[in-house]
């Protein structure tokens, strides 16, 4: 066997044009969420003189991902490069929902047990989970943000279930 990579013919139904479909997509999904914040920031009062407005770093932020895009476009095109890859949603996907876990249990079930919750939602999201240190991790982290939060930084946050209070 030798060290020298093998290219593997890739059939693509993408045009022959495209000759970095990863580049090419990336920039376009670059330049639609540019395209985004410059219509969500169209309302805003822009740059008048030399005072600056509300609308004027959205849309100079906006300006400059859609060149970057643009850019990263123009790679796809007149560069090799890597094809598309099957995207993991399984990691995404369970961050997302640790997100909401944590954003429904904080009023009812407190900090501690929505904290703990979230942590071990979003551990969901990997195949390399391995259980007994994600559940040591996670009491931790929970004990750390018990102290950090009401003490260290003074926020009023309920740490335990509201039925355990009264």
Known sequence: MTDTQHSVAHKSILPAWIRGPQDFFG????????????????DLQGMQGFSFGAGTAPRMFGYLLLALGAGITAVGVFTEGPHLQVYA??????????????????????????AMASFMVAAIGSHETQWKETFIVGVC??????????????????????FLIR
Request: aromatic share 14%; with cysteine; charged share 5%.
């Open 141 to 162: 982290l929970t004990a750390f943000c018990a102290l950090l939060f009401p003490y260290a930084l003074g926020l009023p946050l309920q740490m335990l279930p509201t």
């Open 27 to 42: 920039g376009i999904a670059l330049m639609l969420i540019a395209l985004f914040a410059l219509w969500a920031s169209s």
């Open 89 to 114: 949603w399984r990691g995404p996907l369970f961050v997302m929902l640790a997100i909401v876990v944590f954003a429904l249990c904080i009023r009812p079930m407190g900090m501690i047990f929505s």
